[in-house]
């Protein structure tokens, strides 16, 4: 019973890291920079934790199989050593804070860091159950918004009627067009409830929270279309929040925003 039971413990060990290994090469495609980075964090980590995994899962099947009941054995207290208890808390607490501060460049690149003058403002907005994208318009100002103004018809967003700033803003449903190679600032905020703003080629999910503002900023690399997904159980219709990023060449993009203007 011993026996099975270390082995049943090896076992289970060596088929999770197969699994793992084998479900590497079906990540989707990673279209920005800042995707590759967080991909080799990621298996930075997993590697690391891979490791410790193992060492683990090995030690505990072995001590099953060492301290086992034998006859004639006896319990025995073990005062445990203060040394080794010290000395692993460090050599965890060193892996931790490295692997964080190993992590902070490509957090300052998704949040932190200002973009470029010329980059390109979208303010995306969750509801129940759908995702409104804003655009300034050609005079790069959002207009104002009240929440007493949504109409879900005529104007999504609320936008103030008599401001000049929101009159040329172009509010499109579900679809995140973006020119390729361009800096882009995400605006992330929620009419109701929590959403997740998922683009899985750019490795990039974000909770959506109602009353705050959320910049994260990325360049895509290649034009294509691709999927956008609520990450967060948000209600019943959850399911239907599915949107898409349209990478496109810069002229392209600039006729797109004019046909959506005129609708
Ligand atoms: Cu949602």
Known sequence: ??????????????????????????????????????????????????????????????FILKYRDRPGAR????????????????????????????AQNVWARLHLNEGPA????????GEQFAWNIRYPGPDGQFGRTLPELYDATNNPMGIVPDDPAGQDDIVVLNTLAVPVNRPVELRLGS???????????????????????????FVAEETGNYEIACAELCG????????????????????????????
Do not use: C
């Open 118 to 125: 010329d980059q390109v403002v979208v303010e995306i907005t």
């Open 191 to 217: 009419k109701d409830v929590l959403h997740g703003f998922f683009m899985p080629v750019l490795r990039i999910k974000q909770d959506t929270v109602p009353g705050m503002r959320i910049p994260l900023r």
């Open 236 to 263: 019943l219709g959850h399911y239907r929040m599915r949107g898409f990023l349209q990478v496109m060449e810069e002229p392209e993009f600039r006729s797109w925003l004019v046909e959506q203007a005129a609708q």
């Open 1 to 62: 019973m011993v026996f099975l039971l270390a082995m049943s413990i090896w076992l289970v060990t060596a088929i999770s890291v197969w699994l793992l290994i084998d479900a590497k090469g079906q990540m989707p495609v990673a279209i920005s920079d800042l995707a590759r980075s967080i991909d080799s964090q990621f298996m930075f980590t997993l590697v690391i934790t891979g490791v410790v995994f193992v060492l683990a899962q090995g030690l505990l099947g072995w």
């Open 75 to 102: 319990a025995r207290f073990v005062e445990g050593n203060t040394t080794v208890e010290i000395g692993g808390a460090v050599v965890i607490g060193i892996i931790f804070v490295g692997l964080a501060v190993a």
